[in-house]
């Protein structure tokens, strides 16, 4: 099988690769000033991060968890998620 071959069977069965805009990513910092456009406030500290937003009780997530809200916030937004969904 050729590499065009098996290119075009993944994207038969995956549909085409998600695209981001220059400059996403899933940096510390880069999600940090994506959630303060936001109007949240990320700190982090080792394996936990920490948000709060005014008027609202701060929050505790793992990274994973992190990314997963920030997925909500980015699929309200128009974006693809960063996280992959899974069938």
């Not at 999600?31 to 948000?51: A, D, V, W």
């Amino acid at each position: 099988m050729t590499t065009e071959q098996m290119i075009s069977d993944w994207m038969d069965r995956n549909g085409a690769p998600r695209r981001f805009s220059r400059g996403e990513s899933t940096d510390f910092l880069a999600i940090r000033s994506y959630l303060e456009k936001h109007g949240y406030r990320l700190s982090g500290h080792r394996y936990e991060y920490i948000f709060s937003r005014n008027g609202m009780p701060r929050r505790k997530f793992d990274w994973r968890g992190l990314l997963r809200f920030v997925d909500d916030l980015r699929v309200a937004d128009g974006l693809p998620p960063i996280l992959a969904r899974l069938a």
